[in-house]
């Protein structure tokens, strides 16, 4: 299998332009695979409707075809816009980024997205790679959230040592794991 399209979801507060989104973008547009990074409306104000319909614009119906590497916030709103998906599609690959289904402490704002939890299972059993990568130093999201996502996702977890919450202002402007799980698929 190979991935055609990617479409990366950024997370609370970001823009596109902002941490290690372009840099993934860029390479693998350079294998030749298309991709789409969304502006989500409101990131400092994040509505959980308006991203879940941005998303959904933004993605589709996936097909094999199909990656979706999301940051944070940018995760569960995928998954929940997953749900709404009809019919009995597939997706090639899922990645997380410091992902979580659960409310976070450190943000109570953001608990409409944790509310209601997405159906990870659903997604888990039409997705064919699953990984979450997580952070031993993450301030936001914590590493048991994220093991928790990718136990329900029967996801592999990676563990990038020092990398906080994977912010361009904590020197994560590049992830080349990620860029390397997609295009060996």
Sequence with gaps: ????????VHGYSATP????FGSLAEALERAGVAVRVPALPNPGAPDLEEWI??????LG?????????THSLGGVTTLHALDRVPG???LGAFIAVAGFVSPLPTLPELDSFTAVRPDVERTAARTGDRSVL???NDTYVPAAHTVALGQTLRAETITVPGAGHFLAEEGVTTLPQVAERLLAL
């Design 1 to 8: 299998m190979s991935l055609s399209r990617v479409v990366i």
């Design 17 to 20: 332009a902002d941490h290690w």
């Design 53 to 58: 319909t941005a998303v959904g614009r933004a």
């Design 61 to 69: 119906t996936p097909d094999e075809g199909t990656g979706i590497v």
């Design 88 to 90: 009995s599609w597939r």
């Design 134 to 136: 997580l952070s031993d």
